[in-house]
């Protein structure tokens, strides 16, 4: 996340949060980044969707979310491959 999108982030929540809630905010030093968050299955790829997240030429379909505990790992664009200890909960 850059600062420009943890601003724009910030606005979006201004916008739509009371007081309380954008005083619970962390601040953008205070982010954990760069990072394993959870883990999902990967049931199958398509080439449209009716989702609003859907962009671009191909899709994946994922299920069975499953957060896990934050553990820094720096990643790569395009599949990689993760410890099995790090995604086993």
């Not at 953008?28 to 969707?49: F, N, W, Y």
């Not at 989702?51 to 069975?64: E, H, I, N, R």
């Amino acid at each position: 996340m850059t600062k420009a999108e943890y601003i724009d982030a910030l606005a979006v929540v201004v916008r739509a949060a009371d007081a309380d809630t954008l005083k619970s905010l962390p601040m953008m030093k205070d982010l954990q980044r760069g990072g394993i968050i959870g883990s999902a299955d990967l049931v199958d790829s398509v080439d449209h969707s009716e989702s609003p997240w859907y962009m671009g030429a191909k899709g994946f379909v994922l299920c069975d979310p499953r957060p896990l505990p934050f553990t820094p790992f720096k990643g790569r664009l395009g599949f990689f491959e993760v410890p099995d200890e790090l995604v086993t909960p």
